[in-house]
């Protein structure tokens, strides 16, 4: 029993004295470390890893557009085909289209008081400033006998599909003879769509 115990202790020292500061030395077996097994990831971690960088891969490579950020009714989806001209506005496409139509035909028919009620005030037309509709009108009683016919022609050629348009506003004819925009009031509430400007209607 005493020799079993003096055997003990020297196995608990040779032990301890092992553990001292000499690094552990790698096996023959896997000194190579190419040859050590790489741990197993389990799959659908993977799988969602290449998920997250596909979607953050498209994300990046997708020019888009400027976003208007007012604020949007409740509901509302917005469509590549309806935010056409989001740039300017976030009236959709179809009515902006409308509104363009219904006033390149009341330029075409001379109906000046249409065009009056449409019209964004103050505007300056021909280096004249008019303040509002009654002032437009008066002015208005001039006006045929002095209009470009270059103006009209190409209100003629507008098809008003896909105009161009930018921060300020949508243009009719190919030089912006007319220029289209949501109007704001003083708090920022919409007033729908308005003429902003008129260029090169009369004759200089």
């Not at 077996?29 to 190419?34: L, P, Q, R, Y």
């Not at 976030?90 to 019209?119: C, G, K, M, P, T």
């Not at 002095?146 to 008003?160: G, I, R, T, V, W």
Request: aromatic share 8%; proline share 3%; glycine share 4%.
């Amino acid at each position: 029993m005493k020799k079993l115990s003096v055997l003990l202790f020297i196995l608990l020292s040779t032990q301890l004295c092992g553990c001292s500061n000499q690094a552990p030395e790698i096996n023959e077996t896997v000194s190579n470390i190419s040859e050590l097994p790489l741990p197993e990831l389990e799959t659908s971690s993977v799988e969602e890893k290449d998920s997250v960088s596909s979607k953050n891969a498209e994300t990046e490579n997708t020019d888009a557009p400027v976003q208007n950020m007012a604020p949007q009714p409740e509901g509302t989806v917005t469509t590549a085909e309806d935010g056409y001209y989001s740039v300017a506005t976030n009236i959709s496409r179809a009515d902006v289209e409308s509104y363009a139509a219904q006033v390149r035909q009341q330029f075409l028919e001379h109906d000046w008081s249409a065009i009056s009620s449409e019209i964004s005030y103050p505007i300056t037309i021909s280096d004249i400033t008019y303040n509002n509709s009654t002032d437009f009108l008066e002015a208005s009683d001039s006006f045929d006998s002095n209009l470009d016919e270059a103006f009209f022609s190409a209100l003629e050629e507008e098809d008003c599909a896909e105009m161009f348009c930018n921060w300020q506003g949508i243009m009719l004819g190919e030089t912006g003879q007319v220029w289209i925009s949501e109007v704001l009031d003083a708090e920022f509430h919409s007033q729908g769509l308005k003429i902003i400007a008129v260029n090169g209607l009369l004759k200089k």
